[in-house]
């Protein structure tokens, strides 16, 4: 097995996951690289809303989108990811992706914060269909600092497990807090 | 996504894991599922080494191989897992399964303990070939208590994170302390 990196981690559920024709949501666009798996795995008969408060992560978005060959099967919204429920329908949608910490290469000052990311968090297990995804990556330390985990994960711990499976993986033996991904799913 | 369970979750990886060829081992063999997964999936030309200190591991997993369209591709020994070295060359090995805790179904008073599954897993690492990966599922509560969970997860947090990978997945809102499955990649 080759060492998986985080974001390989989270991809490869995703792709698992998304078929064509499915409706997803990237909640924090950021570079767009999730958007841009997510485009490719829904093909035309799909559609991606993909949600930033930064218009440099739509910028972005919309330029790598362009430059790879997927089809114009998304939305790109500079909109908090807390009002998702304005755009999709409940019980609709295959996957959505968070990943909680500050945009890389962007404005550290404009992290995800814990009250909006449990709002727009518990909005998505309502948009989800049965047998949906929530990929949820969540970063920490350094200008992010611990408090948005640490409630994001508080309330993980305390999904009902009638209504939704939650595994929690750690990369259990490297130093400086590296990110944990989650995945939630819809039974 | 279908919900997962947890021997469903170890199986997906020991699954993309292995390979016909592949020599393999079973730490643990109890009622021999794994056994016959890694025999079915090194196939005739690879090899599966199972180990138990119960008769009645041995006689289990012995019928199950049978019943089964398995090729006689593996040797069942009634010995520890701590002796593991004596039956194949280091870095030869492409996956070890543990499961630690109990044998299910059989005697609670034998179970696995901290001290010889610690060095069974210090040994294991030097079976791994590169790339190669242990699949580790840790029971505990009950009859097994804490101690061998707590010492084997400390044990695992201190690997060293240049050599080895080490992911720990939690059913993060599964009450009564569900098994921890965790995976070794020896980098």
């Not at 790598?64 to 609709?92: F, G, I, R």
């Not at 945009?103 to 727009?120: N, R, V, Y």
């Not at 518990?122 to 989800?128: A, D, N």
């Amino acid at each position: 097995m080759k060492a998986v990196q985080i974001t390989q981690w989270c991809a490869r559920f995703i792709t698992e996951q998304v078929q064509p024709g499915d409706i997803c949501i990237d909640a924090t666009m950021g570079n767009g690289n999730d958007t841009l798996l997510l485009c490719s795995l829904c093909q035309e008969t799909g559609h991606v809303y993909a949600f930033d408060i930064q218009e440099q992560a739509l910028a972005h978005t919309r330029q790598k989108l362009q430059n790879a060959d997927v089809p114009t099967n998304y939305t790109l919204l500079l909109e908090s990811h807390a009002n998702m429920d304005h755009y999709v329908q409940p019980d609709s949608v295959s996957c959505i992706v968070f990943n909680l910490g500050y945009l890389p290469g962007g404005d550290h000052t404009k992290a995800t914060l814990a009250s909006s990311s449990i709002e727009a968090l518990t909005k998505s297990l309502s948009l989800l269909k049965k047998g949906g995804l929530i990929s949820l990556c969540i970063y920490s330390g350094g200008d992010s600092g611990f408090e948005e985990r640490d409630a994001v994960l508080s309330w993980l711990k305390n999904l009902d497990s009638h209504k939704y499976l939650v595994i929690r993986s750690d990369y259990y033996n490297r130093p400086n807090n590296p990110p944990i991904p989650v995945l939630i799913i819809r039974q």
